[in-house]
């Protein structure tokens, strides 16, 4: 199998959500709002497909939510049914055509789908539906199970007997929302690797990725949508297939630690106070003298309190974010990824001249923002700096949707954590061990896929080290 297709285009980060409306609500505006809410999730593109009396009505754009959709854009997407999404990818594949929703007219109707999640078996896939005649017009998933829908749904009675085929034909992570011109459909992979929740809004009902988008437009949550769960929202209410799962669940552990906001609760756990365990659990992993616990905007403040808490070091603000620019990661080249950190991050040099510095990140990916903050803070007069990251090294690339860089560019792959130390010139450097990671989600009902960490991928990967014969992973 060509695997430099598949690579080429590894990992979209990406946030869906979708409504089905019972008491006269704006789904476009709703969508809008829920989208906005999940902008972390993604700020390559964005997009909004609604049914208007069975034709599927849609705008997406390269950009951000609030540039693609002006009051204008949103008046003209009336309907009762909506799907919304919003993306990031690596470069490669960053195209227009490439925006989600996909939205296509088949034998049988038509449909708008919209996809978070990797699936690995996408490229062979693709190759097969290529060698009998199908044409495809972008390289997004989402392409390739809107085709096996289609195909399906020629010999099947329903959407859903040809939604449950598909799901037999693809393997990796995917939290689906479809729309059609009767139905709004939820379908969570088998093993749960991406997120995706229920809610309500007096009779009608919401889909999102995250609860943080329920909250957004005002939407009661009602429950996660289950591993392997198909969802199916229609004028009769909520119904519900379970297809068949394996025994165990992969709930990507990466979420609590850096992808999902804090406010959101993934499967009974709160991302928020996963992280403040984190913390917590890292300063008595690794204790240390200091006058001053920061931790590094957004995602290390959290576990920054955490370990203050725990340790009895005053949490200080220490660095500041210019909240107008987008992350730093999303930069698509190292020269302009470090410019970007200079212009995204301060020192504040009252807080931290003279003091030992205890500094909190959530990850540590190339070493590159590390290393340049650790220097920034030495520059604004720090006596000393310990750095503490609230997950374990990132040694292994994610195939599931979040974005990490090839093994290669993965500095915990190559270096010892005291090599790394010196890489970043802390003065000391700690990581929580795995056991402390995979129990900071306190309530979760899932288990976790944490292979970034330690290479024990749920399911056969391409390339790379694939340890799919990790003890807890057999099912
Ligand atoms: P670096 O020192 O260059 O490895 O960057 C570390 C920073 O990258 C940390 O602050 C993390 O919060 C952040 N980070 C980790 N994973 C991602 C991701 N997938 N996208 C964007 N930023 C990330």
Redesign the pocket.
Same mark, same amino acid.
């Given at each position: 199998m060509n695997w430099d297709i598949r690579l080429d285009k590894l990992n979209e980060?990406c946030g869906v959500f979708g409504i089905f409306d019972n008491d006269g609500l704006d789904v476009a505006k709703l969508t809008y709002y829920g989208l906005y809410a999940l902008q972390h999730r993604g700020q390559e593109s964005a997009g909004i497909a609604v049914n208007n009396d069975g034709n599927i009505d849609y705008h997406k754009d390269m950009g951000l939510v609030p540039d693609i959709f002006s009051e204008n854009v949103l008046n003209g997407l009336k309907g009762q049914i909506a799907i919304g999404h919003v993306r990031y990818s690596t470069t490669g594949a960053s195209h227009r055509e490439n925006a989600q929703p996909m939205v296509i007219k088949y034998k049988n109707g038509k449909m708008a789908l919209a996809h978070n999640g990797n699936l690995v078996n996408a490229a062979e896939i693709r190759e097969n539906l290529e060698e009998s005649g199908t044409i495809f017009q972008s390289t997004i998933d989402s392409e390739v199970i809107a085709n096996l829908i289609s195909r399906y749904r020629v010999t099947n009675n329903n959407i859903e007997e040809a939604i449950e085929k598909m799901m037999g034909d693809i393997r990796g992570s995917y939290a689906l929302v479809i729309l059609t011109p009767r139905k709004l459909i939820g379908i969570r992979d088998p093993l749960g690797i991406r997120p995706l929740c229920i809610g309500r809004i007096d009779d009608s009902y919401v889909i999102a990725s995250e609860t943080c988008a329920l909250d957004a437009v005002g939407a009661r949550f009602i429950r996660d949508v289950l591993p392997g769960e198909m969802v199916i929202i229609s004028e009769g209410g909520l119904t519900s297939i379970q297809t068949k799962v394996p025994d165990t669940t992969k709930l990507c552990i990466f979420e609590h630690v850096?992808?999902a906001r804090p406010d959101s609760i993934i499967d009974g756990a709160s991302v928020h106070s996963a992280r403040k365990e984190a913390g917590k659990r890292l300063a008595i992993e690794h204790p240390v003298e200091a006058d001053l616990v920061i931790g590094?905007p957004d995602?290390?403040l959290t576990a920054a309190i955490g370990y203050s808490e725990q340790s009895g070091i005053p949490y200080e603000q220490g660095l500041i974010k210019n909240r107008y620019v987008g %992350? *730093?990661?999303?930069q698509p080249d190292q020269q302009q990824r470090e410019t970007g950190v200079k212009i995204k991050l301060n020192a504040i040099k009252s807080a931290v001249e003279g003091k030992r510095i205890v500094m909190i990140?959530?990850?540590?990916? %190339?070493?590159? *923002?590390?290393?340049r903050i650790v220097q920034m803070l030495k520059d604004a007069g720090a006596k000393e700096v310990h750095m503490r990251v609230s997950s374990s090294p990132i040694k292994h690339s994610c195939y599931f949707g979040?974005? *990490?860089p090839s093994r290669k560019q993965l500095?915990a792959a190559s270096h010892s954590v005291e090599e790394i130390r010196n890489i970043?010139g802390a003065d000391s450097l700690g990581y929580l061990s795995m056991e402390g990671l995979l129990e900071t989600p306190v309530g979760s009902k899932c288990s976790f896929c944490s292979a970034c960490f330690d290479g024990c991928y749920p399911m056969e990967v391409p390339k790379e080290g694939n340890k799919f014969s990790c003890e807890s992973n057999k099912q």
């Open positions: 980060e850096y992808f590094v995602s290390g %992350r *730093t990661f999303i990140d959530d990850s540590i990916v %190339r070493g590159t *923002t590390t290393k979040i974005d *990490t500095v970043i």
